[in-house]
């Protein structure tokens, strides 16, 4: 034993040092190559500190108010939102007037062809065929749907009445009946108005609903009379309960804190019943009580004094009190968490974000909600732009610029994790867009275009996976961290216009007999978009060829549709499979019952490599399919993609006859390829210190699994 160590004693010292290094360099940590341990951000501190604050008071209003009941009842302090909501309304029944028209603009024949293929409804001779008159006015509208959402307005009432009274000269005090009202809108369809309702035609409308208003009520309740006058206050301040990590932004070298989408507002407005008890001054006092007065018409009286208190205390800018107080105070308040002197607190209202925290409440993300985002997000981005294009404090302004950005980032990554309108797919970067295209069903050439422009290249070289010119506006790099997460809401986005039946605008047309006309025959081959009769004896057919708008779409896919957890399995797979053959021809090589073999000439022009990963963990649906189908992507003198092996004479001429990849797509699908074989070429090929180092690196962080990132060298693990 003694001999045998003396005549290895040079090797177990070299085994002994390259242990103590190991051990040395993992005691060490040099650049936190083995992990940084915990570190705590300034930030951090300071966002959990402020929320235990919840509320913070910065300004008061202290008034006095005088209402009575009668006032109560009409609540003069909604009649802004009332006009706003009452022109909007108009707005809309001229909207859904003009659709009438444009529906009777249509030619009879075709109206009727159209209900004959539809759903049936009584009495359809009337709301179809027949012209439009004040008895079917009504019926022709309740049709076309386009009155259901009006006629719910509470407003709708008052406003119909009163456009009576108007049109007819009829005293304030008449009430029309159905026939009336009938006649109202056809008089408005036959002689639409120009424009909306003008100021002093609201003002009319106002004087007559609060007429009416009145006349509504009970002779018990009008002989009640009571007068109160409410003293209190209204409070107003920060809220910081959902103040989130991104939301302060605290540079220490100039002692300034910037609080992001964090704004003052109304906290809380009371009337206590001593508003000074020392002083015996009551919050409530009544000055009048007349009549059957009950408990409920003084909490009624009461309430409205305090929306009238608020209502002044708006007046009386109390929101711009409480920000400029705020700001003294919270840099009081920061100067002792930080134990440094804070100069400035900036408040920025970010109405993106703020916006976005509305949106999030209802764990749903609807259209409107997304047009809204989407304005806010341009808004946005260009006040970041500004900012990083600012010559005076460029530092600062920059930095600033920086964190803003990442609060953008942080809250779009919040809403992607939502669901969209009817829940198939997450709120994204295409969201509205597609909803947009799809409205009509149809996608235009302007529309075809701007698919085509959306489609990025992408770049798959050891030098960066990114897209090739990206979007003038840099939205995509807010919304997406590689190119793979918008290849793949891209591609779902095409399937979902497919699978909904959105078609190409290239149409063409023939005139076929009426007798022999079945639209059923023709759902196999085509989509049938319109008919129209031209005689008794011909019908003139607009239709789509299916097969065409499939490859339409298929020529918009991105080739790949890969899931990055699918590429680190292969990339650090363990086993050996059969990586690599001699290549002359693709009909030489071994048939595979898994993977699919790959040749490039680029890459290497000796060997084809053996890909074992399935078609469906690479290739969208269409693309496996096909490639399971007819054996093979594509074959040429440079380039294959396939399964290898002779195929029947029969299939190969099969094969042929379907669409081939486009010269793009087979370069991406190279390119993607070749980087995959790259990246598993250098995690096979890492020498002993680089994976002692890689094990040491996972022993000492945590123990999920390494993260495969697709960054500036290319597909990597860290």
Known sequence: ??????????????????????????????????????????????????????????????????????????????????????????????????????????????????????????????????????????????????????????????????????????????????????????????????????????????????????????????????????????????????????????????????????????????????????????????????????????????????????????????????????QETLKNFFSLLTDREISQVIFHSNPFTTFAREAEKDELITYAEAYMLDSLLGIEIHHIDSLNRTVQNQSVNKGFAKDSRRVVEQTLYNLGQYPYQNGKRNYGVLSKLATDIAEDSIIDKQEEQLLQNLRYPVSFNKVEWAFIGEDSTDRLSYWVENPLDYCRAYNAMITDFMDHGVIPA????????????????????????????????????????????????????????????????????????????????????????????????RLNGQYAYHINMAPDQLFPTHLADRLLKQQFLYRSDTAYLGFGGAMPSEMDSAAVLLHPLSLENVTMLNNIITALLKARKQERNKGFVQKTTDWLKSRSSSKDQKTLYVGKKGIQFQ
């Open 1 to 326: 034993m003694i001999g045998l160590l003396l005549k290895n004693w040079r090797s177990i010292i070299d085994v002994l040092l390259v242990i103590g290094l190991v051990i040395l360099l993992f005691w060490w940590n040099p650049m936190k190559i083995f992990g940084g341990g915990l570190k705590l951000e300034d930030t951090a501190n300071l966002v959990t500190e402020v929320n235990q604050i919840r509320e913070l008071v910065t300004a008061e209003y202290y008034g006095e108010v005088i209402t009575s009941i009668e006032e109560a009842r009409l609540n003069p302090l909604e009649e802004d939102e009332i006009r706003k909501d009452v022109s909007l309304l108009y707005d809309d029944l001229l909207a859904s007037l003009q659709h009438l028209r444009d529906y009777q603009n249509i030619p009879k024949e075709q109206r009727v062809d159209e209900y004959r293929e539809g759903e049936k409804t009584s009495n359809w001779r009337r709301k179809v065929k027949h012209e439009v008159d004040s008895r079917n006015i009504q019926d022709k509208l309740d049709y076309l749907d386009v009155m259901v959402e009006i006629q719910s307005d509470p407003y709708y009432q008052p406003l119909l009445e009163y456009l009576w009274r108007t049109i007819d000269k009829q005293e304030k005090g008449e009430i029309p009946n159905g026939r009336d009202e009938e006649a109202t809108l056809f008089s408005i369809y036959r002689n639409p108005p120009f424009r909306t309702m003008s100021t002093p035609e609201m003002d009319k409308f106002m004087e007559d609903y609060y007429f009416h208003l009145q006349e509504t009520i009970s002779r018990r309740e009008s002989r009640k009379k009571l007068t109160m006058i409410g003293r209190g206050w209204v409070k107003a301040g920060f809220d910081f309960n959902e103040l989130g990590p991104e939301s302060i932004v605290y540079y220490e070298e100039s002692g300034i804190v910037h609080l992001i989408g964090i704004t003052p507002k109304i906290l809380n407005a009371d009337i206590n019943p001593w508003f000074i008890p020392e002083k015996g001054i009551p919050g409530f006092q009544i000055l009048d009580e007349r009549g059957p007065v009950n408990f409920h018409d003084a909490k009624r009286v009461k309430q409205y004094c305090i929306e009238k208190l608020t209502v002044q205390a708006y007046q009386a800018k109390i929101l711009q009190s409480a920000q400029d107080q705020g």
């Open 506 to 601: 290239e149409f063409d047309t023939t005139v076929i007999s009426s007798d022999s006309f079945d639209p059923e025959k023709y759902l196999d081959t085509v989509k049938i978009v319109d008919y129209v009769s031209i005689d008794q004896e011909s019908i003139r057919l607009v239709y789509s060829y299916k097969e065409h708008t499939a490859a339409f779409y298929h020529s918009l896919y991105y080739p790949f549709e890969v899931d990055l957890m699918d590429l680190g399995e292969f990339i650090a797979s363990k086993q050996k499979p059969q990586d690599s053959v001699a290549y002359s021809d693709y009909k030489r090589l071994p048939p595979i019952q898994k993977g699919f073999w790959f040749y490039d000439q």
